[in-house]
Nanobody
């Protein structure tokens, strides 16, 4: 019933930027919490950022000052602007939305190299 489609991942040099997008569709409104997790091989899943329709935002300490989460409520789309990327940011990034349950995007790979 609910689908999330991610895009924007890719290969970027250290210090570069990427913008991830996640479009949600189905039986959802504009007040649902949305956000991004990431997971790198051998590392624990990490909540990167989350946002409500009212604009309340939380970031992981590791990305504060470099990443910006935003949403377009009319489009039910959440974005993650990633600046000053580091090799440590390399991971699979998954967006999510909480409705009756949590739905996940398919993941988009971000690889940061020197």
């Amino acid at each position: 019933q609910v689908q999330l489609v991610e895009s924007g991942g890719g290969l970027v040099q250290a210090g570069g930027s990427l913008t991830l997008s996640c479009a949600a569709s189905g039986s959802i409104g504009s007040i649902n919490p949305m956000g991004w997790y990431r997971q790198a091989p051998g590392k624990q899943r990490e909540l990167v950022a989350q946002i409500t329709s009212g604009g309340y935002i939380n970031y992981a300490d590791s990305v504060k000052g470099r990443f910006t989460i935003s949403r377009d409520n009319a489009k039910n789309t959440v974005y993650l602007q990633m600046n000053s990327l580091k090799p440590e940011d390399t991971a699979a990034y998954y967006c999510y939305i909480v409705v009756l349950q949590t739905y996940w995007g398919q993941g988009t790979q971000v690889t940061v190299s020197s």
